[in-house]
Each structure stands twice: as structure tokens, then as C-alpha cells.
């Protein structure tokens, strides 16, 4: 190296001879009297040291980007002979060319050994010669893109590395401009500085000619959303392109460990938000994030963290909602523990624990919900053959969302619901009416994180990498709020046969709701918004309860029944909804995203009621259900009062 005056001096001249050789084994550059340079802060202690120690004023460990505008004009300059240089190491020695290179005119050329290193800075003249490299070659050092002009060819063979730094936010990377022929076999290490635009097609080498000798491109870890290629176009150009698998594909692959229909819907969307907008995407640090990830398995765990289960399972918690009001509302409705009574009756009921799991087996997300609830409600006879009332109740909620032991999210929130009732009887038949709905509110928080993609800021002097630094990421995590709706009626027709102290009651229920939910998100660049999405649901649910009534005195009595049932409806849920960062796409894509309704639902049944004076009476009861995925158990208690 040469260090000192005011910077125009060189490192190696070769002056006049037909043919000069010159073989570097040394860390060679130049430089001026009065560098500024930066060292890691990790560093600092050493460089105490080496301030007291003879030689060079720039350690070897200083950071290279620091030192660019220091470097003299050229490190290396021939005349009118044919100059080579060979670059290489021996022993411990560096075998590290920094610098310009003139060599005037003549046949030159440069080889850069296996193990060695050179680095461009803006200009390599070889009089119209042959760089060859077999060793690891940049421009101006990793973590840096710039563009170096060749005076001559570039050969690169099986060993050697074309480090190349990609910056997508300014869409540019480095790139040689070369006057003769290029040839590129070996590898092209990929550095990625910077995620915010998406991945499109870079010229990387332009010459009179170009050969595509099987140059492999290459990342820092392994990438498994990327499939990064050469090709030459025009016959002069280098071109670094990606021919990535899609979201969708990647899910499906079994190494993904996902099965979960909700997951591939992100997967579709996510393909439709890429192809929507190319290099400007405002989702492009998440698509980008999410192709850096090291396989399958960790691309489909996180694309299942991203899915925002939640948003759709909403219409499933008030549609139970809705079941649990209705079966409440009937307290009064159902056979009478009187045989005279006056019609007219009012109750309070409670469930204060009505657990809900819903499992598709693996790969598949779950479904753990909590309800409870309280109601109030009254009814009294109107005519011979009529009654009529109404009922209001609240419903707290509790429900988490979990994937192979990991929880997704975890939502809380309250809903009120409030029917008219009406039932008409005649003999042995009767039919329940119920018309309402409700409205409720929730809020929750789910995970979002996308483990982080690294990149290396830069090296040393000598040629040593900076420790890898993390891209910016997503956020790790989403608060969301919703709003819901429901309106809709139900009717339950059947008849009741006494046989004594027994009875049987053959019913068929038929059920019919609009429902609706909104929401958003915020907290990170994967926040959705659901604008609001609409389901119609109907159902059919033909059951049967048998029953008898036990005198345990004068004035008391205690009931005891079982029931079941079967309960057919629509087979799924469906909300549509966007990033709230993708929303002004072309094309407007969204996502559609579904949750399963297990049809048939069975449902089961049982309850003992005890009976005084004053048409007091006081009951526990059980419902559950179950389907193929599905399972539900409730106890409730309540307080009737017939008068």
C-alpha cells in the first residue's frame, strides 16, 4: 500500500519494458496523508492499541465505505507495454487489490486468484485486455452499489464470486459496463440493502458480447420464496431476474405444514396484491420478507400468523349467541309444569360457561370460545290460542385462535340481543316465533410477526465483513376492533304427547339471520380493514325431547328431561377484507376469507327443573354440541315465575 502526500500518488507503476508482470500477495491500495475513516464501535479498545504501534495510519479494520473518497485516483498504472497483474494470496498474506487501474495500452490483463480479493471503485483499464477473476470481486465493497467501467473483458470462472449488492428502493444494483466481451460462470453472492420495492429485472454486466456460462446467483441465507436467475438479452446483457414460485404454490407444498383453507386464501391474495403493482407496491417489505424466509415450514407459519382468522369467526360467535337467546327465550314456552296455569310467565336465566372448540385436525388452526351469558324475558297469553313476549340478553365473549401451540390471537368483546316472542297454540300443537337481533363490539390483538431478513452493511480494509444488520420489519403485532349486526327470526313448530307422568315433544326448527361485521387494524404494515361483509344463514333443525314430572310433595314437583336434535345449514362464513396499505391497488384486490360450518350439528340436550309454590321454579340445564370439527357444552341455571 502507499499512504501520504496529498492522495494523487500510486501503489504500483509499471514503467516502459514490452512485457511486465506484477504479482500481488499484499493488501494493496492508495491514499493520501490524511484519511477519515470509521471503525466499529467493538473496535475501539484495539484501536487504542494500534494508535501506539509503528506503521500504517489506516488500520486494516477500518470500515471501507468510510474510506472511498480517500483512495488516490489509481492504485495501479501501466504505459505502453503489456502489463499483467496477478492477484493472489500466499500463506497468510491477503492477496486484496482496492483501487483504480490504468494500464494503458498493450495486451493487459488481470487475473484475481481463488481466495483473493479485488474491489472496483470506478474504473478497471486494460487497454481493451481480460479481467479474470477465480477469486471474490466487488465494486467499491459489499454494502455499497455502484457501477465500475471495464476497459476490456471480464471472464468470470467456477470459482469466482461477482458480489453483488441490491438496493430495490432505488430499484438499482451493481453493475459493470465492460468495452469487449463478458463471460460469467461460479456464483453472484445477492446483498440486499434495502426491501421497499419489489424484485424485478437488473442489468448486471453489458458488453460487446455476453455468455451466460452457468453464474449462479446466491443469497445470504437461504431464500425459499426466490428463485433468482441469469439470462443474456440482446446478446450484451447480464440480466438478474427472479422466477419465484407463488404464495399459493409455496402454502400448498406438504413441507409448508399447513392445511388450513384460510391460509391459502392469504396465499391467492397475497399473489393478487404482488401482481397488482410492480416495483412500487406499498406491501412490498412484507412480500419481500416473507420469499426471504429459509423454507416452507416457517413461510407457511407465517403466512398463517398474517391470515386474520378472527375477522370471519366473528359470525360464528353471535350466530351461537343467537342460539343460546333462543334457547333461553323458550323457558316459558315449552310444556307447562302446571296444569292450570294462568299464562302468564317471566324469567331470568344465566350461562356462565359455554365452551366452544373447534379443531380440523393438523395443520388446520383452532377455535377456543367462552361465552356468557344472562337474559331476561317474559310472556303472557293474549287469547285462547296466543302469547306473546320479548326477551333481552348480553353476551360476553372470550375466544382465541391458536395454531400448532402457538396463539394467533385473542379477541374479547360484548353483544346485546333482544327478540319479540310469540306462540301460538291449538290442542297439542303449537308454533314459537321469535323476530330480533342485536348488535355487539370487540377488540383484540394478533400476531403478526415475519422473522427479519439481514443484510451486510459492509467490510473492512482487509476485506472482513461488518456483523449482518436487520432489515425493518412489519411490526409483530396488530389491535383490532369490530362491529357486528345480526337481525332475524326463527320458528318452531311441533306437538305434545302426554303419557302420564311423561311426555314427548317432536319439534322441527327453522331459522333464518343477516348478519354483518367491520373492523380494523393498525400497529403494523400488515393491519387489515373489513369494511363490513353481510352473511345470510338458515337452518333446519328437526329434534325431539322426552320428559316426566316427579311429585317429590304436595306442592313440589321435579322435572327431568332429554333432548336431541340435528341441525342442517350453510356449510361456510365469508368476509372480505384488505391491507389497509393495499387498498388503492390496481384492480382492488382483497382478500376472501372463509371458515367452515360444520352441517351437520348435533345437538344434545338435558336438564332437571324443580317446581314449588307460587309457580316458582328453578332449573340446571346442559346443551351441547357437536359436529365433524366442532364441539360445544353449556350449563344454565335460571328463575321462572308462571302466574
Not at 446466491?218 to 427472479?242: I, S
Not at 356468557?372 to 340478553?393: D, F, H
Not at 363490513?532 to 328437526?542: E, H, K
Not at 365469508?574 to 350439528?601: K, M
Amino acid at each position: 500500500y502507499t499512504i501520504g502526500g496529498a492522495g494523487t500518488g500510486v501503489a504500483a507503476m509499471l514503467v516502459g519494458g514490452a512485457n511486465n508482470a506484477l504479482t500481488n500477495h499484499s493488501l494493496l491500495y492508495a491514499m493520501g496523508a490524511t484519511p477519515t475513516f470509521e471503525i466499529q464501535a467493538a473496535d475501539i479498545q484495539a484501536f487504542q492499541t494500534f494508535l501506539l504501534a509503528p506503521g500504517p495510519v489506516v488500520p486494516t479494520n477500518a470500515i471501507l465505505e468510510s474510506l472511498l473518497d480517500d483512495f488516490s485516483p489509481l492504485a495501479i498504472t501501466g504505459t505502453s507495454g503489456d502489463d499483467h497483474v496477478d492477484n493472489s494470496p500466499l500463506g497468510d498474506t491477503l492477496g486484496r487489490v482496492i483501487g483504480n487501474i490504468d494500464l494503458g495500452g498493450g495486451n493487459n490483463s488481470f487475473h484475481n486468484f481463488a481466495d483473493a480479493s479485488m474491489v472496483g471503485l470506478k474504473t478497471i483499464d486494460l487497454g481493451g485486455g481480460l479481467f479474470t477473476n477465480d477469486g471474490l470481486y466487488t465494486n467499491q465493497g459489499i454494502g455499497v452499489v455502484a457501477k465500475v467501467d471495464v476497459g476490456g473483458g471480464f471472464k468470470q470462472n467456477l470459482s469466482g464470486d461477482f458480489v453483488t449488492d441490491v438496493d430495490l428502493n432505488n430499484q438499482i444494483t451493481d453493475a459493470l459496463a465492460l468495452t469487449a466481451a463478458g463471460d460469467f460462470n461460479g456464483e453472484a453472492p445477492l446483498n440486499f440493502l434495502s426491501i421497499d420495492k419489489l424484485f424485478t429485472e437488473y442489468v448486471v454486466a453489458n458488453g460487446s458480447g455476453m455468455t451466460d456460462s452457468g453464474i449462479a446467483a446466491k443469497t445470504l441465507h437461504p431464500a425459499v420464496g426466490f428463485n433468482f436467475q441469469f439470462r443474456v438479452d440482446g446478446g450484451t446483457d447480464l440480466v438478474l431476474y427472479a422466477d419465484n414460485p407463488t404464495f399459493l404454490e409455496l402454502a400448498q407444498d406438504p413441507g409448508s405444514g399447513t392445511t388450513d383453507p384460510g391460509v391459502f386464501q392469504m396465499a391467492q391474495y397475497l399473489d393478487d396484491v404482488e401482481a397488482a403493482s410492480t416495483p412500487d407496491n406499498p406491501m412490498a417489505r412484507l412480500i419481500n420478507m416473507l420469499r426471504f424466509l429459509p423454507n416452507e415450514e416457517e413461510l407457511g407459519a407465517a403466512l398463517t400468523r398474517l391470515t386474520p382468522h378472527y375477522a370471519v369467526h366473528t359470525f360464528d360467535m353471535i350466530n351461537r349467541e343467537a342460539d343460546m337467546m333462543l334457547e333461553a327465550a323458550r323457558e316459558c314456552t315449552g310444556v307447562p309444569a302446571y296444569k292450570n296455569p294462568d299464562g302468564r310467565c317471566v324469567w331470568a336465566t344465566i350461562s356462565p360457561q359455554a365452551e366452544y372448540g373447534r379443531d380440523a385436525g393438523a395443520g388446520t388452526t383452532s377455535r377456543d370460545d367462552v361465552l356468557k351469558t344472562m337474559s331476561l324475558g317474559g310472556i303472557g297469553e293474549i287469547g285462547q290460542n296466543w302469547s306473546l313476549g320479548a326477551t333481552i340478553g348480553r353476551t360476553e365473549f372470550d375466544s382465541k385462535i391458536g395454531f400448532d401451540g402457538d396463539l394467533l390471537s385473542e379477541t374479547t368483546g360484548e353483544a346485546w340481543q333482544a327478540y319479540a316472542l310469540a306462540k301460538y297454540t291449538n290442542k297439542n300443537y303449537f308454533v314459537d316465533f321469535a323476530l330480533g337481533g342485536g348488535t355487539g363490539s370487540f377488540k383484540g390483538e394478533r400476531d403478526t410477526h415475519i422473522d427479519p431478513a439481514f443484510y451486510i452493511p459492509g467490510e473492512t480494509l482487509a476485506g472482513d465483513y461488518l456483523d449482518e444488520v436487520m432489515l425493518p420489519g412489519i411490526g409483530s403485532s396488530v389491535t383490532y376492533t369490530q362491529k357486528t349486526a345480526m337481525f332475524g327470526g326463527s320458528a318452531r313448530l311441533g306437538f305434545t304427547r302426554e303419557m302420564g307422568a311423561f311426555y314427548l315433544q317432536p319439534t322441527v326448527q327453522f331459522d333464518a339471520r343477516w348478519l354483518r361485521v367491520s373492523g380494523t387494524e393498525e400497529g403494523s404494515v400488515a393491519a387489515f380493514n373489513f369494511d363490513g361483509s353481510a352473511n345470510t344463514y338458515y337452518s333446519a333443525t328437526p329434534a325431539i325431547e322426552i320428559g316426566t314430572d316427579i311429585a317429590l310433595s304436595d306442592i313440589a314437583s321435579l322435572r327431568v328431561y332429554g333432548k336431541a336434535g340435528a341441525e342442517f345449514s350453510n356449510k361456510e362464513w365469508e368476509i372480505e377484507g384488505r391491507f389497509a396499505a393495499a387498498e388503492n391497488l390496481p384492480g382492488n384486490p382483497a382478500l376472501h376469507l372463509t371458515e367452515a360450518v360444520d352441517s351437520p350439528l348435533y345437538r344434545v340436550g338435558a336438564g332437571l327443573e324443580l317446581n314449588g309454590v307460587n309457580g316458582v321454579g328453578m332449573s340446571v340445564r346442559y346443551n351441547g354440541a357437536f359436529g365433524e370439527t366442532v364441539k360445544q357444552n353449556a350449563i344454565s341455571a335460571s328463575l321462572k315465575v308462571s302466574f
